[in-house]
């Protein structure tokens, strides 16, 4: 079956994240595809936090900043603060508030910064920059920073000149009454998972006001995540999917640390998938217009025949890369299936808590389980073969040339090659020594990710 959509390559990358991206090697020293994130006091430190706030101070004029509920966070929302100011910057601080609602916040100064590891365990803690677009900071300017803090290319103003610092109390009540005016009401019973992060300041009062009956797990902020790992997949939301049938609801809706992502589980305690979620946000924002979506490369190809009418453009993996496939394009919608879902009429920043009230929105006219019932599913299979690092670059190359010939390639994040009933994902792990074998197929996945691994193995040799 012949996709109806086509394949666009968005390659605005320099020569560094192209290597990276085609074979697992050359990887920014500093920001990866979500800024900076690390260990606290290992990888991300309080000098460094210092360093970066002097290098984007000395840049821009004003900055507001925000912080998820880390342990950690304060400590580096102070350095960074203390680095902006000393380099003449005026800092507004929002205090602790959801990625999301910094970036739209952003839209008032120069720049935003943020401090949250996101998904990550407690340990880690990060750096993240956004334009007042709610645009994460591209590859030009991250590395802009980075060759600046490398070359030492920043100073310090002098005492007069030091940069003021304010605080405003506004920006949760903004961000609501934002998502407020283009969402309906509804009186549906939501169980509400928080994970201890910083979606406990706003998502249950938002939907609250939005005539929701709201049931809340895990909504007192916990730098430590105590209840659960923050990220929301699956595996980590038992409990949201017992509440959801214990208590009547009518879906969940659950936030990873700093609740730019969201997943929801249906009326019937199921788990319902990324793949899943982009396909029916896709289908509600598009409607009529048929208009353009921008997905990731591992996305699945149920997407593109639901949305069947549409163009579909894939990016390389990261919600940074989709938001850039989604502003060149004009696209109307992007998401990712790790919980991303990025609505451009609003900001090109992931929003979890948009993203919950539109889909209380949704389901309020269909239940969640129907809805996942019209989605077209396939089967897919996952698999990894161990390579050495240095290593990768040569077996991309072999391994692409014997997979040219299979089908159409899209190699802008590893080599996605398209066949006549499905696709396959060869893609080099950017943390460990593995190349990654990803396939999908209306029919035979076995026979595909098969094939596909004796050709791996024949590259690696």
């Given at each position: 079956?012949?996709?109806?959509?086509?394949?666009?390559?968005i390659?605005?990358?320099?020569?560094?994240?192209?290597?990276?991206?085609?074979?697992g090697?050359?990887?920014?020293?500093?920001f990866?595809?979500?800024?900076?994130?690390?260990?606290?006091?290992?990888?991300?430190?309080?000098?460094?936090?210092?360093?970066?706030?002097?290098?984007?101070?000395?840049?821009?004029?004003t900055?507001?900043?925000?912080?998820?509920?880390?342990?950690?966070?304060?400590?580096?929302?102070?350095?960074?603060v203390?680095?902006?100011?000393a380099?003449?910057c005026?800092?507004?601080?929002?205090?602790?508030?959801?990625?999301?609602?910094?970036a739209y916040?952003?839209?008032?100064?120069?720049?935003?910064?943020?401090?949250?590891a996101?998904?990550?365990?407690?340990?880690?803690?990060?750096?993240?920059l956004?334009?007042?677009?709610?645009?994460?900071?591209?590859?030009?300017?991250?590395?802009?920073i980075?060759e600046a803090?490398e070359k030492e290319?920043?100073?310090?103003?002098t005492?007069?000149?030091?940069?003021?610092?304010?605080?405003d109390?506004?920006?949760?009540?903004?961000?609501?009454?934002?998502?407020?005016?283009?969402?309906?009401?509804?009186?549906?019973?939501?169980?509400?998972?928080?994970?201890?992060?910083?979606?406990?300041?706003?998502?249950?009062?938002l939907?609250?006001?939005?005539?929701?009956?709201?049931?809340?797990?895990?909504?007192?902020?916990?730098?430590h995540?105590?209840?659960?790992?923050?990220?929301p997949?699956?595996?980590?939301?038992?409990?949201?999917?017992?509440?959801?049938?214990?208590?009547?609801?009518?879906l969940?809706?659950?936030?990873?640390?700093?609740?730019?992502?969201?997943?929801?589980?249906?009326?019937k305690?199921?788990?319902?998938?990324?793949?899943?979620?982009?396909?029916?946000?896709?289908?509600?924002?598009?409607?009529?217009?048929?208009?353009?979506?921008?997905?990731p490369?591992?996305t699945?190809?149920?997407?593109?025949?639901?949305?069947?009418?549409?163009?579909?453009?894939?990016t390389?993996?990261?919600?940074?890369?989709?938001?850039?496939?989604?502003?060149?394009?004009?696209?109307?919608?992007?998401?990712?299936?790790?919980?991303?879902?990025?609505f451009?009429?609003?900001?090109?920043?992931p929003?979890?808590?948009?993203?919950?009230?539109?889909?209380?929105?949704?389901?309020?006219?269909?239940?969640?389980?129907?809805?996942?019932?019209?989605?077209?599913?396939?089967?897919?299979k996952?698999?990894a073969?161990p390579?050495?690092?240095?290593?990768?670059?040569?077996?991309?190359?072999?391994?692409?040339?014997?997979?040219?010939?299979?089908?159409?390639?899209?190699?802008?994040?590893?080599?996605?090659?398209?066949?006549?009933?499905?696709?396959?994902?060869?893609?080099?792990?950017?943390?460990?020594?593995k190349v990654?074998?990803?396939?999908?197929?209306?029919?035979?996945?076995?026979?595909?990710?098969?094939?596909?691994?004796?050709?791996?193995?024949?590259?690696?040799k």
């Open positions: 079956m012949e996709l109806k959509t086509r394949l666009i390559t390659d605005k990358f320099s020569e560094k994240e192209l290597n990276f991206m085609k074979y090697v050359g990887l920014m020293k500093l990866g595809s979500s800024g900076i994130r690390g260990i606290v006091n290992k990888e991300v430190t309080p000098e460094l936090a210092l360093q970066v706030g002097i290098v984007l101070g000395s840049r821009k004029r900055a507001v900043i925000g912080r998820d509920p880390r342990v950690s966070a304060p400590m580096i929302e102070h350095a960074l203390a680095g902006l100011t380099a003449g005026d800092v507004t601080k929002v205090g602790m508030v959801t990625t999301p609602t910094l916040a952003a839209r008032k100064y120069e720049c935003g910064v943020m401090v949250t996101s998904h990550n365990p407690s340990e880690y803690v990060g750096i993240k956004w334009n007042p677009d709610g645009m994460a900071f591209d590859s030009a300017q991250q590395e802009e980075e803090i290319n920043f100073s310090r103003v005492w007069n000149l030091i940069g003021k610092i304010t605080e109390q506004n920006a949760i009540r903004d961000h609501m009454d934002m998502i407020e005016a283009l969402v309906g009401n509804s009186r549906l019973r939501v169980v509400l998972d928080c994970g201890c992060g910083a979606g406990s300041t706003i998502t249950p009062y939907l609250q006001e939005l005539g929701c009956q709201i049931i809340t797990l895990n909504s007192q902020p916990d730098g995540f105590p209840a659960r790992n923050p990220e997949n699956d595996q980590n939301l038992s409990l949201l999917k017992k509440a959801v049938v214990a208590f009547g609801a009518d969940g809706i659950a936030h990873d640390g700093d609740a730019d992502r969201m997943m929801a589980v249906d009326e305690g199921n788990f319902v998938s990324g793949d899943e979620l982009l396909a029916i946000f896709g289908r509600f924002e598009c409607g009529d217009e048929k208009g353009s979506v921008v997905v490369v591992d699945s190809m149920m997407v593109d025949d639901y949305l069947g009418g549409s163009e579909i453009i894939r390389r993996v990261g919600d940074v890369y989709v938001a850039e496939g989604i502003k060149q394009c004009g696209a109307i919608y992007g998401g990712e299936p790790s919980g991303s879902w990025i451009p009429k609003i900001s090109y920043c929003d979890g808590i948009y993203a919950a009230a539109k889909l209380v929105e949704i389901v309020r006219e269909k239940k969640l389980s129907e809805l996942r019932a019209e989605l077209p599913a396939y089967a897919t996952r698999g073969l390579c050495a690092n240095e290593k990768k670059a040569e077996f991309m190359k072999n391994a692409k040339a014997k997979l040219e010939p299979l089908g159409k390639v899209l190699d802008i994040d590893g080599i996605r090659v398209e066949l006549e009933d499905g696709w396959v994902l060869v893609r080099p792990s950017g943390t460990e020594a990654r074998i990803t396939a999908e197929a209306r029919e035979n996945v076995d026979g595909i990710y098969e094939m596909a691994e004796k050709i791996v193995k024949e590259a690696l």
